[in-house]
């Protein structure tokens, strides 16, 4: 790694969209911190494929939902200097109608998808404050943007990272730091392949067929670059015309 690199850390690195994030990333001169929860073998996979083509990579793993954890492994991190682009990725979904939903159900859906981005961004924005250039970006969902039976919870807490988007984007724009987030579709891997079967994803996608994960991932290499600098506070979908 030399000095001139800068940081990106991916939460949630480790699966099918993060990996593909991680990798797209490893392209344009970043270093990149691979995180996940509590398979550190899948995100040290991840950076062996990244390292294989010549790229700068470690990985991490903690708890994004326990906040002293949390705080104890960016601190760790930013000893090493500060991260200037955060993609905010680590995600679960506990589907059931709300009717019939359990409270650890909605807390755990809430406490994984919107209290982690809270205990991962806060500790790092001073940081990247000072260098008067950073990129965040937080992957949302078509179910915070429209809803979606079943998913009360997690829409709930995927239209409350779009909030906090947009908040977080005027508190730092003028230091330099973009604050977008990006609203995937039905995408391909392990989240959605047991949900969604063919005949159902032609009924609901216009294009069908699910989006890939390296679609997503090239989206948000291009919000994290400096081509994207005046971009900012913006939901962008990435759905295959569902919406």
């Keep these: 790694m030399t000095i001139e690199m800068k940081r990106a850390l991916v939460t ?15 392209k344009t001169n970043l270093h990149v ?23 700068s990579a470690e990985s991490i793993s903690f708890d ?5 954890a949390s705080l104890t492994a960016l601190e760790n991190l930013l000893e090493k200097g ?40 806060q500790p790092l924005l001073l940081p990247m404050m000072k260098t008067r250039w950073g990129r965040i970006i937080n992957i949302s969902s078509i179910a915070g943007v429209m809803g979606n039976r079943g998913q009360a919870n997690y829409a709930a807490a995927k239209a409350g990272i779009i909030g906090a988007t947009k908040s977080l984007a005027m508190e730092v724009a003028s230091r330099g730091i973009t604050v977008n987030a990006v609203a995937p579709g039905i995408i391909a891997g392990s989240m959605t392949e047991e949900i969604f079967d063919k005949a159902k994803i032609k ?16 989206l948000v290499g291009f919000l994290a670059s400096d081509a994207a600098g005046y971009i900012s506070s913006q939901v962008i979908s990435i759905n295959g015309a569902m919406a």
């Design 12 to 26: 949630g690195g480790s699966g099918d969209i993060g990996e593909a994030i991680c990798l797209e990333l490893s």
């Design 64 to 68: 994004i939902t326990d906040q002293t």
């Design 203 to 218: 009924q609901l996608v216009p294009m069908n067929r699910t989006g890939t994960p390296e679609e997503v991932a090239s």
């Design 82 to 121: 500060p991260v200037q682009v955060l993609v905010n990725n680590a995600g679960i979904h506990q589907d059931a109608i709300l009717a019939g939903m359990k409270p650890e159900q909605w807390n755990k859906v809430i406490d994984v998808n919107l209290n982690g981005f809270f205990n991962i961004t």
């Design 33 to 55: 911190i691979v995180h996940a929860n509590s398979n550190i073998a899948k995100a040290n996979n991840v950076v062996d494929k990244i390292k294989a083509a010549g790229g």
